[in-house]
């Protein structure tokens, strides 16, 4: 077992020079490892499956403006000022500037508020 144990030694110390048989059976291994090793091996890594934010804008043309309608979990509760804030905030990226005419709630069975109707226009 000497000679064997000293190769197998060499490769644990990472004693041989770079370009030797020795050298590229290593890079070789190492290589290997890390192309085939994810079929063999679960890591655990993949990305959490998260449900998307709830920010559906759905746009209708009303007579001079638009009717948006707004999931009520993406909006800020609170004062009149920070629902239109917040309102103004969802609505822009998908219409560009508007100003807000008027909203109201949009509630379900038990009262609980599920959307916004918002009226604008640009």
Not at 96 to 109: F, L, P
Request: glycine share 6%; no cysteine; aromatic share 10%.
């Amino acid at each position: 077992m000497g000679q064997l144990g000293q190769t197998v030694k060499g490769y644990i110390r990472w004693t041989y020079p770079r370009g030797s048989v020795h050298y590229d059976v290593m890079v070789t291994v190492i290589l290997a490892f890390i192309f085939l090793a994810p079929l063999w091996i679960n890591f655990r890594d993949k990305p959490q499956e998260k449900p998307p934010h709830q920010t559906e804008v759905v746009v209708q043309q009303v007579d001079d403006g638009f009717l948006y309608k707004v999931d009520a979990s993406a909006v800020k509760a609170g004062s009149d000022a920070d629902i239109r804030e917040s309102l103004v905030r969802i609505i822009e990226p998908v219409a560009g500037d508007v100003t807000i005419d008027r909203y109201e709630t949009v509630r379900d069975s038990k009262h609980n508020v599920v959307a916004y109707k918002v009226w604008a226009h640009r």
